[in-house]
């Protein structure tokens, strides 16, 4: 039953994740080729000064797009869901609900991390080639609570589109908005080292919402 409802998720999604991943491979081979135009015109001494002495990444333009994906993909889930009411079927399956929407929620956010993780890859693969190893880590270390920030987005997205009552929906939007924005605060160069710990736990606490949203709808709540 399980691997029914992930095969379904990816009938419903496999196009998203076509979308999302082209947007990030074209972004990232975008970075590449403007720091390698950099590199070629300024000089490989100039440019690493200018990168260390400025705290300059050339990744910035990557910032936003990890939560926007995020939510995206929460939307596209979650919204035939709950227009039409389709996830009374998914709550009838015989199989405990925390298992079956346990099991579109790891579709998802498996689908996010390997995503995210090609984007990491690329973009360290091809920097160690030009830059110090200390460069290429650091560049990793700014971009990882972007990427927290998209699998937090998705997290609060699916609470909210889950909870069946408006009222409570906008409350959660409310609430879980300054928490993704936590990992927005600024695009300063490895900045978040000491946050990490506590937007990993904020992660796995959000990602407990949607299922009191899904026990919400269970009783009835409209």
């Not at 889930?77 to 399956?93: A, C, F």
């Not at 995210?116 to 190893?133: I, N, Y």
């Not at 560049?139 to 998705?154: K, S």
């Not at 909210?160 to 300054?178: N, S």
Request: proline letters at 5%; one cysteine or more.
């Amino acid at each position: 039953m399980i691997k029914s409802i992930f095969y379904k998720e990816w009938l419903k999604l496999r196009l998203c994740w076509c979308l999302f991943l082209v947007v990030h491979m074209g972004l990232v081979v975008y970075l590449l080729l403007s720091l390698r135009s950099t590199l070629l015109a300024s000089g490989v001494v100039e440019t690493w000064a200018t990168m260390i002495g400025r705290d300059v990444l050339m990744v910035n333009q990557l910032m936003y797009l990890p939560v926007v994906t995020g939510v995206g993909i929460a939307l596209c889930q979650w919204l035939p869901e709950m227009q039409v009411k389709r996830i009374r079927l998914t709550l009838h399956l015989p199989v405990d609900y925390t298992a079956s929407i346990g099991a579109m929620l790891l579709c998802s956010l498996v689908g996010l991390c390997l995503i995210f993780s090609l984007d990491a890859a690329l973009l360290a693969g091809v920097e160690q080639l030009w830059l110090p190893r200390e460069l290429v880590w650091r560049t990793f270390l700014t971009c990882l609570p972007w990427y927290i920030g998209g699998l937090l987005g998705y997290n609060v997205t699916s609470w909210c589109m889950l909870e069946p009552q408006w009222k409570i929906r906008c409350a959660d939007m409310l609430i879980g908005a300054p928490l993704v924005a936590l990992c927005f605060l600024t695009a300063q160069p490895a900045c978040y080292i000491r946050m990490f710990p506590w937007l990993l736990l904020l992660l796995v606490v959000t990602v407990c919402l949607p299922f009191y949203s899904v026990y919400r709808f269970k009783l009835g709540k409209q």
